[in-house]
C-alpha cells in the first residue's frame, strides 16, 4: 500500500527552526520527486518546494526560499525539510507529495500520491 507519512510538525517561536520528515512506502519513493505543501486557515494550498530523486534541481517558492531547505536520505526512503528563521506567516499543514516522474518541473510538477500532513505553528 502507498504511503506517505510526514513528521515533526509542532509549535516553534519565531526565528527558530524545525524539521520535518515525509517517509515513503509501498513505492520506489528514491526514483521519484517529491514535493511539500502547505495550507493555512481559509488559504488555498501553497506550494513550497519541490526536490527531485537525486537532489537535483531543487526549487523553492519565494516566500521561503533562503529559508527553507529540501534534502532526502533515499536510502531512508526519507525527505526531510528543514525550515529555518520560522515566521508567523509559516504557520499551516504541511503535506508531502510524490510525483510520477523523478525531475522537478518547479510549480509545475504534477503529483498523484499525498500524505496527510503535520501541523506546523509558530508563535511567541
Known amino acids: 500500500q502507498l504511503q506517505l507519512v510526514e513528521s515533526g510538525g509542532g509549535l516553534a517561536q519565531p526565528g527558530g527552526s524545525l524539521r520535518l520528515s515525509c517517509v515513503g512506502s509501498g513505492f520506489t519513493i528514491e526514483s521519484k520527486a517529491v514535493g511539500w505543501f502547505r495550507q493555512a486557515p481559509g488559504k488555498e494550498r501553497e506550494w513550497v518546494t519541490c526536490?527531485?530523486?537525486?537532489?537535483?534541481?531543487?526549487y523553492y517558492a519565494d516566500s521561503v526560499k533562503g529559508r527553507f531547505t529540501a534534502s532526502r536520505d533515499n536510502a531512508k526512503k526519507t525527505v526531510y525539510l528543514l525550515m529555518d528563521e520560522l515566521k508567523p506567516e509559516d504557520t499551516a499543514v504541511y503535506s508531502c507529495?510524490?510525483?510520477?516522474?523523478?525531475?522537478?518541473?518547479?510549480?509545475?510538477?504534477?503529483?498523484?500520491?499525498w500524505g496527510q500532513g503535520t501541523q506546523v505553528t509558530v508563535s511567541s
Open positions: 526536490i527531485s530523486s537525486n537532489g537535483e534541481p531543487t
Open positions: 507529495a510524490a510525483s510520477a516522474g523523478s525531475t522537478c518541473r518547479a510549480r509545475f510538477t504534477t503529483y498523484n500520491s
